[in-house]
C-alpha cells in the first residue's frame, strides 16, 4: 500500500461547481497535512495546511479524519483559474519525512 | 526577492557525462531540499540539508551528491548521468523543518541519452 494516496483524477467539472478529493495516508502517527497546488509544467506551491478542526480559506475547506487516516479539500464555486493538479503531503516527524502523494488532477470547464 | 532560483533550467546529457545542478535561496531558510519528480510518482526526496555545513540522504539518494557550503546555496551533483536519472529536478527550501512551508524552485528538466 502507499505510504499517501490520491485518485489520479482527472475531475472535469464546470466553473461554479463544487467538488471534493480525497487523500488516504497509511503512517497512523503522521503529523502534519499539507495541500499543493502545482500548475502544468510548474513547481509546487502551498494551498493550505490541514488543522484537525478542519479549516477553511474562501473558497477551500481542508479536512483531516485521523480515524479513517484521510484527508479532504473541498472547492467551491470552481474557476477556470483552479485547473491545476492538487498534491496531498503528509510529514511524520521532520519535514525531511515529508510525503507527497502522485496528486489529482483537475479541469475546470465553461 | 527572487525566492528560489534553480539553475539550469533545460538540460540534456548523454550517459556517463556530470553536471551540477545549482540552488540558491534569498530568504535566509536553514533547510533545502532536493526532489525529483517522474511521471505517476509523488515527489521524491533525493537529499537534504538542515543548514549550512550539512546535508544528508533522501529517499532516493543513489548517483547524486550534494553540497552545502554556503547557507544561501544547495548544490547538487551527478557524477555519471544515467538514463534513469532522467526526471524533472525541484529544489525548495523551509524556514524551519517543522511546519514551515515549502518553497520550491522552478525546476529543471533533465534528459540523459
Known amino acids: 500500500r502507499k505510504e499517501v494516496e490520491q485518485d489520479p483524477g482527472p475531475f472535469n467539472v464546470p466553473e461554479g461547481a463544487t467538488v471534493a478529493f480525497n487523500c488516504t495516508y497509511s503512517?497512523?502517527?503522521?503529523?502534519?497535512f499539507f495541500w499543493y497546488r502545482q500548475d502544468c509544467r510548474k513547481e509546487p506551491k502551498l494551498l493550505m495546511s490541514?488543522?484537525?478542526s478542519g479549516n477553511e480559506d474562501g473558497r477551500f475547506t481542508a479536512q483531516l479524519n485521523r480515524a479513517s487516516q484521510y484527508i479532504s479539500l473541498l472547492i467551491r464555486d470552481s474557476k477556470l483559474s483552479d485547473s491545476a493538479t492538487y498534491l496531498c503531503?503528509?510529514?511524520?516527524?521532520?519535514?525531511?519525512?515529508?510525503?507527497f502523494g502522485t496528486g489529482t488532477r483537475l479541469q475546470v470547464t465553461l | 526577492n527572487a525566492g528560489v532560483t534553480q539553475t539550469p533550467k533545460f538540460r540534456v546529457l548523454k550517459t556517463g557525462q556530470s553536471m551540477t545542478l545549482l540552488c540558491a535561496q534569498d530568504?535566509?531558510?536553514?533547510?533545502m531540499y532536493w526532489y525529483r519528480q517522474d511521471p505517476g510518482m509523488g515527489l521524491r526526496l533525493i537529499h537534504y540539508?538542515?543548514?549550512?555545513?550539512?546535508?544528508a540522504k533522501g529517499e532516493v539518494p543513489d548517483g547524486y551528491n550534494v553540497s552545502r557550503l554556503k547557507k544561501q546555496n544547495f548544490l547538487l551533483g551527478l557524477e555519471s548521468a544515467a538514463p534513469s536519472q532522467t526526471s524533472v529536478y525541484f529544489c525548495a527550501s523551509s524556514r524551519t523543518g517543522g511546519n514551515s512551508p515549502l518553497h520550491f524552485g522552478n525546476g529543471t528538466r533533465l534528459t540523459v541519452t
Open positions: 540539508s538542515v543548514g549550512e555545513g550539512t546535508t
Open positions: 503512517n497512523s502517527a503522521s503529523q502534519s
Open positions: 490541514v488543522y484537525s
Open positions: 530568504m535566509n531558510h536553514e533547510y
Open positions: 503531503v503528509v510529514m511524520f516527524g521532520t519535514a525531511s519525512k515529508l510525503t
